[in-house]
């Protein structure tokens, strides 16, 4: 039965990875219907994206890595403990 299980698991693996290749913003997709197939894909629920995206949530958040809130975020954000001794 574990053998099963990982089988499973690598052929979801295998849908979600091809899904992204085809559906990802970078290559042409909708963000929104990207965002809400993933999704379904992460819960088990094997849903069409398109018809998906139309009828979740009307909103879709993207963090990005630019502008005052992520230059705050970097600002603010721990920073690893420097090292006691001089390196040899």
Same mark, same amino acid.
């Given at each position: 039965?574990?053998?099963?299980?990982?089988?499973?698991?690598?052929?979801?693996?295998?849908?979600? *990875?091809?899904?992204?290749? %085809?559906?990802?913003?970078?290559?042409?997709?909708? @963000?929104? /219907?990207?965002?809400?197939? $993933?999704? =379904?894909?992460?819960?088990?629920?094997?849903?069409?994206?398109?018809?998906?995206? *139309?009828?979740?949530?009307? %909103?879709?958040?993207?963090?990005?890595?630019?502008? @005052?809130? /992520?230059?705050?975020?970097? $600002?603010? =954000?721990?920073?690893?403990?420097?090292?006691?001794?001089?390196?040899?």
């Amino acid at each position: 039965m574990p053998q099963r299980a990982a089988v499973e698991q690598r052929e979801r693996r295998r849908e979600l *990875r091809a899904y992204v290749r %085809r559906h990802h913003p970078d290559v042409g997709g909708d @963000p929104a /219907a990207f965002a809400a197939g $993933l999704a =379904a894909l992460r819960t088990g629920l094997h849903a069409d994206p398109i018809t998906t995206a *139309r009828t979740g949530p009307a %909103r879709v958040i993207v963090v990005r890595s630019r502008g @005052p809130r /992520a230059w705050l975020r970097r $600002l603010l =954000a721990p920073r690893p403990a420097q090292r006691r001794r001089p390196l040899r």
